[in-house]
């Protein structure tokens, strides 16, 4: 007995699992020996129903050596469940259709005699620190790093998103603002009138009082007079007295036919009707419109542009004493644009539809640049007085409002949602302030700006251009630096495109520079200008208006327009 136990033979697949069975049967293609259940299974499998199969009798009666390595201690690992049949584990791998499969699936999907299917253990030997656990690994690394970035763009597009809707509720507000402020200029109007009707009766009717007050004052001393006299029997006296009075009632009649063509009137309010039904069929204060918000490019590409010559607008006046120096402009409309004219001490309205000079301010100092506050309401910067100078227009003419002092020779101005930002030469610095001149930020220019001459801004950029150091900063809201751009040569005016870049006079090098919002990159979009000061891009026409200073009157005098395509 104890020899027989000895040389037990027992089956391979269960005594991998521990259980310890004896053997029925032996399978020649897999060199195992099979206990009741499994060679039973083994005939019913699709994978291995077509194996060459022993019966006790016909079996090997001791353990067999394959000569290709057994998977016992390899399947060990092989311990996650099937997604499919959660009670399976899998075990193998379909190459035709890259999926891991455990036995159910093999036997109903995954037939051999249509897929190519390899038990895990049997394939997977020198997997470890092969080139394709490097390939795959660096690419899972890959698209880990590439949604891990998707996940914070989707952050940042959403704060932008919604801070582009915070803004357009500050828009809201201010358009708000310029209703109210234009329905308080008409009510100021109406009341003028009221005012001036008001005055011109009450001048009348104390006019009336007093005459009626000497008249019967006259009369009564009259009166008394003669009553006296007849009293007295002083005939004479009397008589003359009553010729008197005959003639003061004459002249007192005279000028009561005088007095009484006063036309006193009552008066009523007719509401202008145009308003009230404009407002009526309006459906709403304005629209929100959408832009699609793409990851914003931390180098952007500047486009290749074509430019074409579309003439020039001739800017003298016969207002002018001198040649013109047009040191700073803002587009209002496609066919408005406002110029200071340094020389001149003037503003000019110019249309550019007609290319001429439709209206002039003369502001009594030298202006420099200017911006568009609101949309009918102006400031420009006087650095000779550090004033501020608010100018408005009304009935297409320029009309000077209030001014606001600054503490240094402000220069570049730029208005965003209701702050201004200045800049200030002698010390360098930029003040970002609100529209009553309250300072909410002061920039030290040291080590930043030494003769910032201009500032543009938008939702998160300040840009200044600096005459001395030969660049163009980026600023963030807070007055940091974000971004320069330098090899300029004296760089003057800017203005942004809707693209988000920035258009700059390079006054040294006779050209215009367009650089990426970000200040990484440029290209010169029009060159052989002689020396240009300032411009303005028009985003609707792609038309880019700018003005030259050479002591050439004939060029100094026009305003030059480029379409840039």
């Known amino acids: 007995m104890a020899s027989d136990e000895d040389h037990q033979v027992y089956c391979q697949p269960c005594d991998e699992e521990g259980t310890g069975l004896p053997a029925h049967g032996y399978c020649t293609d897999c060199k195992e020996h099979l206990c009741k259940t499994c060679f039973t299974a083994h005939k019913k499998n699709r994978l291995s129903k077509h194996h060459k199969l022993l019966d006790a009798t016909s079996m090997p009666k001791v353990l067999q050596q394959p000569t290709t390595p057994i998977h016992t201690g390899l399947s060990d690992d092989l311990t996650t469940p099937c997604c499919k049949h959660s009670q399976e584990m899998i075990k193998y791998y379909c190459n035709d259709h890259k999926n891991l499969l455990c036995s159910v699936c093999v036997t109903l999907e995954h037939q051999p005699t249509s897929c190519k299917v390899d038990y ?19 690419a899972l690394n890959t698209t880990f790093d590439h949604y891990q970035q998707m996940v914070a763009d989707a952050k940042e597009m959403m704060g932008k998103s919604n801070r582009s809707l915070k803004d357009a509720l500050e828009d809201i507000k201010m358009f708000r603002e310029e209703i109210n402020l234009r329905f308080d200029e008409l009510e100021r109007q109406v009341m003028h009138v009221v005012k001036v009707v008001e005055q011109e009766n009450n001048s009348n009717i104390t006019a009336v009082e007093t005459f009626c007050e000497e008249v019967t004052k006259s009369l009564r001393i009259s009166s008394e007079k003669i009553k006296l006299l007849n009293t007295s029997k002083q005939a004479n006296t009397l008589f003359m007295e009553l010729k008197l009075a005959e003639k003061i009632m004459e002249d007192v009649e005279k000028t009561e036919q005088q007095l009484s063509t006063y036309d006193v009137k009552e008066h009523h309010f007719d509401a202008n009707e145009t308003i009230l039904t404009k407002l009526k069929t309006e459906k709403s204060l304005g629209t929100l ?23 020039e607008i001739c800017l003298k006046t016969s207002k002018d004493e001198f040649r013109c120096w047009i040191t700073g402009m803002t587009l209002l409309t496609p066919d408005l644009l406002i110029i200071n004219d340094h020389n001149n001490n003037a503003v000019k309205m110019v249309d550019t539809s007609s290319k001429s000079v439709s209206n002039q301010l003369q502001l009594g100092d030298k202006p420099w640049d200017i911006t568009r506050v609101i949309n009918a309401e102006l400031a420009v910067t006087l650095p000779y007085k550090q004033t501020i100078q608010f100018i408005s227009i009304s009935s297409n003419k320029l009309i000077k409002k209030h001014t606001m002092t600054v503490d240094g020779d402000c220069c570049g101005i730029s208005c965003y949602q209701g702050k201004l930002v200045v800049s200030l030469r002698s010390p360098a610095k930029l003040q970002i302030l609100d529209m009553n001149g309250t300072i909410l930020t002061t920039i030290d220019g040291r080590n930043i700006f030494k003769d910032p001459y201009y500032v543009t801004s938008n939702r998160s950029s300040i840009y200044v251009s600096d005459w001395d150091m030969n660049t163009v900063s980026r600023l963030n809201w807070k007055g940091e630096v ?56 028009c985003g609707e026409t792609k038309k880019l208006y700018y003005s030259c200073y050479n002591s050439d009157e004939k060029k100094d005098n026009f305003l030059y327009i480029y379409k840039l395509s």
């Not at 959408?290 to 430019?307: A, D, G």
């Not at 006079?505 to 002689?530: F, H, M, P, Y």
Request: net charge negative.
């Open 120 to 138: 895990i253990p049997d394939i997977s030997g020198n997997i470890i620190d092969s080139k394709e656990y490097q390939i795959i690994f660096k």
């Open 289 to 311: 419109t959408q832009k699609t918000l793409n990851k914003e490019c931390h180098s952007v590409q500047i486009k290749s542009r074509q430019s074409s010559h579309e003439g």
């Open 482 to 537: 974000i971004g320069n751009y330098n090899g300029m040569s004296a760089p003057r005016g800017m203005s942004l495109s809707d693209d988000g870049t920035v258009f700059v006079c390079n006054w040294a090098r006779n050209v215009i520079e367009e650089i990426s919002g970000d200040c990484s990159t440029g290209k010169v979009v029009l060159q052989d200008l002689n020396t240009t000061v300032t411009l303005s891009w």
